[in-house]
Nanobody, 125 residues
């Protein structure tokens, strides 16, 4: 099982990026997916999650209205569209997968048993 995140870059405040996470070795449509991020010296933070069918998404309050998560089950890929980026969005962004999450835990890293390597997003002020 492999999750490969890509799309991170250095951007200016107010800019946009689209992260991708390609999955292999699993039945992608059977997994809930999520994005987390971790900045140097800080704890890992939930960013967004999406249910298996893609019909329901959840986003952290800190990115609501700016970030959108989506998935393409035909391509085994999830996306994170990030707009109006701020310096505080600077972090390493990770995608994660879970066979089953419940509403009370979907924002917790402990609910996910498969993680990819991160992709670095740096927002300059």
């Amino acid at each position: 099982v492999q999750l490969q995140a890509s799309g991170g870059a250095l951007v200016q405040t107010g800019g946009s990026l689209r992260l991708s996470c390609a999955a292999s070795g699993l039945t992608f449509r059977s997994y809930d997916m999520a994005w987390f991020r971790q900045a140097p010296g800080k704890d890992r933070e939930f960013v967004a999650a999406i249910r298996k069918t893609g019909g329901v998404t959840y986003v952290a309050d800190s990115v609501k209205g700016r970030f959108t998560m989506s998935r393409d089950n035909a391509q085994n890929t999830v996306f994170l569209q990030m707009d109006s980026l701020k310096p505080e969005d600077t972090a390493n962004y990770y995608c994660a997968a879970s066979r089953a999450t419940i509403l009370s835990t979907i924002r917790s890293g402990a609910a996910y048993n498969t993680w990819g390597l991160g992709t670095q997003v740096t927002v300059s002020s």
